[in-house]
């Protein structure tokens, strides 16, 4: 309806105003200004203008009709407040007559004050307002409230009658007779479901063995059933064996009466447990409830044991039983303040979760009482997370900076021996030994195997080497192809100038291989290849030092004539330092 909903933001566009400009508004702080605001707007009211439509009068109104809820069902507010009015009037009149001072506000009915503060904090203080301005139109303000009232009495009678068929049967069982929503002659006593939820719990035993006849003599009088008696079973935990010496075992957990509870407190799409999905906030969002107090509770179970009478409409008395008296019993056992009572009322606030729940938008700012849950803040969560990352950050930052600032580490590489066979006699043994200075930059070493499995130490395009022939060994020509295989081989080209150097194993793990399992192996590893150190010709080792001819694969030489044949050993060393991290291998 669009003109219904303009209507509404109209509301609440003047209610959003501010309030010490409205007049009307509960929370005006010149009372006497809102008391004559509230009076003009009854004179609309009396005219036939509907309470709700009327600034300041729609306000109390709506809160008068959740008083049946909130405090009591059975109340005249009219006869409530005028008696206590008058009280106050005549002693003034009396104390102005004695001259015996100013006179004090000083209300003595508990009921009035209760009632007042569950309206408006400050609600006591305006009707005595109003009843010195205008008397009579006080009178019909009171009337108008009490128009709500039992507007919203009548509301929740209406709801609880048409859903008690659904409310009262466990959802595993069969209905049996079945249940006409409107005619609740059926009920009651009438109908053994009905019967079974108001029999005293002390007596649900007795009606189990026959309830047929046990129906017939509740009918007869001949067990009669008061307000005196046990509560109804419908408050007690369903299938709940009753131990007399235990009567609070079990209390207030009915699964209709919480059903109920629910209905009313949360709405009707949350009575069996489920999430709201109305559109409206619960009573107890637009209400401002905190909590479930004794006599919200006393009264929904007043609004049960009528929706499960045969009662045509809500009363105070069913048969035999005073109801207003059975809420008086009920409000004074949980306004106890022993710790029993308060675990029962924890419970009955803790099978209510969606009391408090409003759609989006529409929460007000109260909280329930309840404790808060210690449980850790989300927001310290993502702030605690985000600072370990600029810390790991920062630390992975400053460690970059010390490792670019820090100087290379200047290291040696150690000297390796690469030995190679000499294919004549060494003449001068001295000669031999005597170190010299090789300039590789015309040579290129094939390196097939060196002692000792290092880095290549070689990372420039001319690396100084120093070399020396170290230690002779005299073999025969029968052990030359024991000792190829096992030592290594240098191969060199005459044209090119190239020395090609096997490297020595020198373990003695190795030296009982046979010497078919060398050669073997050593025809089947992989050609090397070649590192070229500089294309500048130099003069090749061979020329240098005659004596040192290539050797030829196989275990021949380029002088076959030789018997005996001397092993030298050549060492060299880097004078630079290996990159680290390299991890180029000779293989």
């Not at 707007?41 to 809160?63: Q, S």
Request: proline content about 7%.
């Amino acid at each position: 309806m669009p003109g219904m909903n303009a209507k509404l933001k109209n509301i609440a566009k003047k209610q959003s105003q501010n309030e010490k400009d409205s007049t009307w508004h509960q929370d005006h702080p010149n009372l006497d200004d809102h008391a004559l605001a509230i009076l003009r707007g009854i004179r609309k009211v009396v005219k036939g203008i509907k309470p709700t439509a009327v600034d300041g009068v729609a306000y109390y109104y709506r809160r008068a009709r959740f008083l049946a809820t909130v405090d009591t069902p059975y109340m005249h507010l009219p006869s409530l407040f005028i008696a206590e009015l008058e009280r106050l009037d005549q002693e003034r009149n009396e104390r102005e007559q004695a001259e015996d001072g100013p006179f004090e506000l000083n209300i003595e009915s508990t009921d009035y004050m209760r009632v007042s503060l569950a309206i408006h904090e400050r609600f006591a203080n305006l009707l005595w307002t109003c009843w010195n301005l205008r008397e009579e139109e006080t009178r019909s303000f009171l009337e108008v409230l009490q128009k709500g009232y039992s507007g919203g009495r009548q509301y929740t009678t209406t709801q609880f009658k048409s859903n008690a068929p659904f409310y009262i049967y466990n959802p595993n069982d069969l209905p049996l007779p079945h249940i006409t929503e409107p005619n609740k002659a059926l009920r009651g006593w009438n109908h053994e479901v009905f019967a079974r939820a108001l029999c005293p719990i002390d007596q649900v035993a007795k009606f189990d063995e026959n309830p047929a006849d046990y129906m017939a003599d509740v009918a007869n009088s001949r067990i009669v059933i008061t307000e005196d008696s046990t509560f109804p079973s419908f408050l007690y935990r369903d299938g709940l064996v009753f131990d007399p010496e235990n009567p609070d075992e079990g209390f207030l957990e009915g699964s209709m009466f919480l059903k109920f509870l629910n209905h009313d407190l949360a709405g009707p799409s949350a009575a069996c447990g489920g999430m709201p999905i109305g559109s409206r906030s619960s009573k107890a969002v637009l209400y401002g409830l905190k909590g479930i107090s004794p006599r919200i509770t006393a009264s929904i179970a007043i609004q049960t044991y009528v929706a499960c009478s045969s009662m045509p409409e809500f009363d105070a008395e069913d048969g035999t039983v005073d109801l207003i008296e059975l809420h008086a019993h009920l409000v004074r056992i949980l306004e106890e303040k022993d710790d029993e009572t308060q675990a029962t009322l924890a419970r009955v606030r803790s099978a209510v979760p969606h009391l408090l729940r409003a759609p989006k938008g529409k929460r007000r700012s109260r909280k329930a009482d309840v404790p808060k849950p210690d449980r850790p803040n989300p927001v310290d969560k993502i702030l605690e997370l985000r600072a370990k990352r600029r810390e790991a950050a920062a630390q992975q930052a400053a460690a970059q900076e010390a490792a670019a600032q820090a100087p290379p580490a200047q290291t040696r590489s150690p000297q390796r021996s690469i030995h190679f066979d000499d294919d004549e006699d060494m003449e001068d043994e001295d000669e031999a030994r005597k170190r010299v200075t090789l300039d590789p930059s015309g040579c290129e070493f094939d390196i097939y195997e060196v002692l000792e499995p290092t880095l290549w130490p070689f990372d420039t395009d001319v690396p100084p080497l120093a070399a020396r022939i170290d230690q002779d060994e005299d073999f025969t020509e029968d052990e030359e192809g024991a000792q190829v295989a096992k030592k290594g081989k240098v191969k060199g080209e005459k044209a090119t100038g190239a020395g090609r150097l096997g490297d020595d194993h020198g373990d003695k793990e190795n030296s009982g291989r046979s010497q078919s399992s060398h050669r073997s192996a050593k025809e089947a590893t992989p050609a090397p290849s070649s590192r070229s150190v500089s294309t500048s010709p130099r003069t090749p080792l061979a020329e240098k030092h005659p004596r040192h001819k290539r050797k030829v694969p196989g275990g021949a030489t380029d002088d076959d004539s030789g018997s005996r044949k001397k092993r030298c050993t050549l060492t060299y060393k880097s004078t630079l330092a290996a990159e680290p991290g390299s991890s180029r291998r000779t293989s």
